[in-house]
């Protein structure tokens, strides 16, 4: 039998320690990392150079830090709203305002067995839901947009506004949500008093009745682009937002006014309010089309609905705007306004 011993420790013996090669083939592994990042680095701005690439649509760090991205949340933004394409939205929202079928601000008088106060506690409703799910703010205010329509050409008995009302908000989240609330959720948000069964034929309802048309302009939607426009800060956003959710729990007042107006008028209301030094600056009315002797008499209503805000008995917008994620916007006092301030300040 052969002895393996000694072989074996004299191999290791002779075996020198593996050195890294001086031609560059093994090379140290933070050397090779600082390699690869000035290779791509010099890429980037290679591509950058040639290309022409906005820098609203690429954000590239090598080191994994960007400081523009703050969270994960504003990165749909970056990419909805780039500066290639907001004047050809704006352009096509201003377009299809004006042919959409908005509903009569009178629609109530066909309702024998519903009031503007049963459809403030339904939004009410809805809004707690919205807020509980983290549901997006388009999906409210589309869910808002599909009950008036609704109302406005199918008259609904009480007992059964609810299950619109849950209807009409998983369409919306199904247009919106990446995950929308589940059916069988709803019914039980509901306290099961309809069945998912029930609320998905209430949902084809909807949708029949509406024909199909599904994405209406909203005053969520001309916010959120006039804000990324003008860059403006997201107090005002916030403020401006919550002007008009107490619009949407409004309804009859404000149902005769298009989107636009009424969002350019929450946006005049919270700069106001912010005690901003240019209102409305010539930049503003070129973009909404409006003068802010045009919104005056919109503002000074929507300062009326904000300044009754406290003391209405629905309250859940007002308690989901008093969080620390929306700047606390709700627990802010308005100012008096005149009807010469607006003038004066133009």
């Known amino acids: 039998m052969k002895d393996f011993s000694y072989q074996k420790k004299c191999t290791t013996e002779n075996r020198g320690v593996l050195q890294p090669f001086s031609n560059g083939v093994r090379i140290e592994l933070n050397q090779l990392k600082s390699h690869i990042e000035h290779e791509i680095e010099d890429k980037i701005q290679d591509i950058l150079e040639t290309d022409n690439l906005n820098e609203d649509i690429l954000k590239i760090d090598v080191h994994g830090k960007n400081d523009d991205l703050k969270d994960e949340q504003e990165m749909p933004k970056k990419l909805l709203f780039v500066s290639e394409y907001r004047k050809d939205i704006w352009k096509y929202l201003n377009n299809l305002e004006e042919t959409f079928p908005f509903p009569k601000s009178k629609y109530m008088l066909k309702q024998t067995d519903l009031s503007w106060n049963t459809r403030s506690v339904l939004i009410d409703w809805l809004s707690s839901v919205a807020e509980e799910y983290k549901l997006c703010h388009e999906t409210f205010h589309l869910s808002v947009n599909y009950i008036d329509r609704f109302l406005n050409q199918i008259a609904v008995v009480r007992n059964k506004f609810q299950l619109v009302g849950a209807a009409a908000m998983l369409l919306a989240g199904k247009m919106e949500e990446i995950y929308p609330i589940d059916v069988k959720e709803w019914s039980y948000l509901t306290g099961d008093s309809f069945t998912p069964k029930q609320i998905l034929k209430m949902e084809q309802l909807i949708a029949k009745i509406l024909k199909f048309r599904m994405q209406p302009p909203t005053m969520c939607t001309f916010i959120e682009h006039f804000c990324q426009e003008h860059r403006l800060d997201m107090k005002t956003m916030h403020l401006a937002m919550y002007i008009s959710e107490l619009v949407l729990l409004e309804g009859d007042e404000y149902l005769n006014h298009m989107p636009s107006k009424l969002a350019a008028s929450c946006i005049v209301l919270a700069r106001y309010t912010l005690s901003k030094e240019h209102i409305w600056p010539r930049k503003f009315k070129e973009t909404s089309g409006y003068?802010?002797?045009?919104?005056?008499?919109?503002?000074?209503?929507?300062?009326?609905?904000?300044?009754?805000?406290?003391?209405?008995?629905?309250?859940?917008?007002?308690?989901?705007?008093?969080?620390?994620?929306?700047?606390?916007?709700?627990?802010?006092?308005?100012?008096?306004?005149?009807?010469?301030?607006?003038?004066?300040?133009?």
């Not at 003068?291 to 406290?310: A, E, G, I, M």
């Open 291 to 346: 003068t802010l002797r045009q919104l005056s008499p919109l503002v000074h209503k929507q300062q009326r609905t904000f300044k009754d805000s406290p003391h209405k008995e629905q309250q859940a917008i007002q308690s989901k705007y008093k969080n620390e994620k929306y700047c606390q916007v709700a627990l802010l006092q308005p100012r008096k306004l005149l009807m010469e301030d607006l003038d004066d300040i133009e």
